[in-house]
């Protein structure tokens, strides 16, 4: 039997990776190297102490310096990061962050004393100012970057970056220190932002349509959130309006009385299972180890989770529900992990715990970038300034309390916290955006 031949089967081909998630991969890196930099002194202080002549308490001083510039450059940064865009400002920020970090194992080569000591308090406060714009500038990028549908994930997804950070950096810095030395080891651990922000300032753009490799159907995905770009003209008149903006206020109280919680497991875990529970030290830095992958998995199921409830039930639904029933429930297992008579089910308890506060990153962060919209950088940097005096409000008190062994109430204000932080969620409507408070304003 003879016919017309028959017709080629066409097989659609593999779809490219799209760039955004290439722009993501370099947001999440940022991240991850400013943990490293932050952290790797924790480890290295173990031999900086009698090396330098240096104290445990002026190690603490220097802790607090990193934590207090990199807290008060949240909005600030946010504010800047906005006026200069998302990849002037990794570059501009990356090369302090470097340069600071590398005066701290480099500054005992030509200085000592109390003249070392006020050069490395100072390396330490500019590190810490240095990178507090990355997470409010990643997440004005996030939102040009990504469909709406995502912002939840991909906050979640860099944050589940940081808590695996926070599992390798004690033993990658500990192995080049026993290795080369805390100077060499410090170093090393500075060394590849250098690259990054290369190869960022070479491929990095501020927006989708702007980036050579974007093509039309990525373009054609992110028409939906076109309203969502970042505005470099930000006037301190819209700054005045997002002070006094119901939502904004009330997610950055809901986010310091979080991080009670988080500083609370994140800070505190260890010290809590040797003079609480009475592990081993050894046993302890495996078993608060446990405690981080909990979070990391929390915010990554909770970025996930909320987008899909977003879809599903509204956005406004969709981002409060999480907090309403993660928050408590973490308050809950805070009181089981003090009140358990079984110290291994306390440690269980925690790390579900820090996996329910984490389910609730992704609705904060996305919450407050659908509210500000254009000024998603400096509104999520107020946010993350409430988030960091949470921080410095907790350390203080919790120091204090496990000092003299009172564990007990130092969690139960952790379960306090926890049931404010979720109810602060109460007025918090994400559909409300502030351009509409704005035109109210003026009209």
């Known amino acids: 039997m003879t016919g017309e031949p028959a017709a080629a089967v066409s097989l659609p081909s593999p779809q490219r990776l799209r760039v955004r998630w290439k722009i993501f991969l370099f947001l999440f890196a940022f991240g991850l190297v ?6 790797g002194i924790t480890v290295a202080s173990v031999e900086m102490m009698p090396k330098l002549g240096i104290t445990q308490a002026q190690i603490g001083w220097l802790e607090e310096a990193l934590l207090v510039g990199y807290a008060f450059m949240q909005f600030p940064g946010g504010v800047i990061g906005q006026r200069l ?34 050069v490395l308090l100072g390396s330490q406060l500019i590190v810490g100012a240095a990178q507090g714009p990355i997470f409010p500038v990643s997440t004005g990028a996030f939102q040009v970057w990504f469909p709406t549908n995502r912002w939840a994930l991909v906050v979640g997804l860099q944050s589940v970056g940081l808590h695996l950070a926070e599992v390798i950096t004690p033993p990658l810095t500990a192995a080049l220190m026993v290795a080369l030395g805390w100077q060499w080891a410090l170093i090393w651990m500075t060394l590849p932002a250098l690259p990054l922000i290369a190869w960022w300032a070479w491929y990095g753009r501020d927006t989708p349509s702007e980036h050579p490799a974007v093509g039309a159907a990525e373009l054609a995905e992110l028409a939906d959130n076109a309203h969502a770009r970042v505005d470099s003209s930000i006037s301190w008149e819209r700054i005045a309006v997002m002070l006094r903006n119901r939502d904004v206020l009330a997610l950055t109280l809901s986010y310091l009385c979080m991080n009670y919680v988080y500083y609370l497991i994140a ?80 440690v269980a308890a925690l790390a579900v715990c820090f996996g329910l506060v984490e389910l609730t990153e992704g609705p904060y962060w996305a919450a407050v970038m659908h ?63 502030l351009a509409r408070a704005r035109a109210r304003r003026t009209s």
């Open 85 to 118: 865009g998302a990849r002037r400002t990794f570059v501009v920020i990356g090369l302090i962050a470097f340069a600071a970090a590398m005066a701290l194992p480099l500054a005992p080569l030509l200085l000592s004393g109390a003249a070392l000591f006020a």
């Open 371 to 433: 509210v500000a919209g254009a000024d998603a950088m400096a509104a999520s940097g107020l946010m993350n300034t409430g988030g960091n005096l949470g921080g410095i409000i907790a350390t203080p008190i919790i120091a204090y309390l496990s000092g003299v062994h009172a564990w007990t109430p130092t969690f139960l204000i952790g379960t306090g916290a926890a049931i404010a932080s979720a109810l602060l969620w109460l007025p918090v409507d994400p559909t409300r955006p």
């Open 267 to 346: 800070n505190w875990c260890f010290l809590y299972l040797v003079q609480q529970r009475h592990f081993s030290v050894l046993d302890s830095g495996w078993l608060a180890a446990i405690v981080p992958v909990g979070g990391a998995i929390g915010a990554g199921v909770g970025g996930y989770v909320a987008d899909a409830l977003g879809v599903r039930l509204g956005i406004r639904t969709g981002l409060r529900l999480l907090p309403f029933l993660a928050l408590p429930g973490a308050g809950v297992l805070l009181f089981v992990a003090e009140d358990s008579a079984n110290a291994y089910l306390a």
């Open 34 to 39: 400013a943990y490293l930099q932050q952290r």
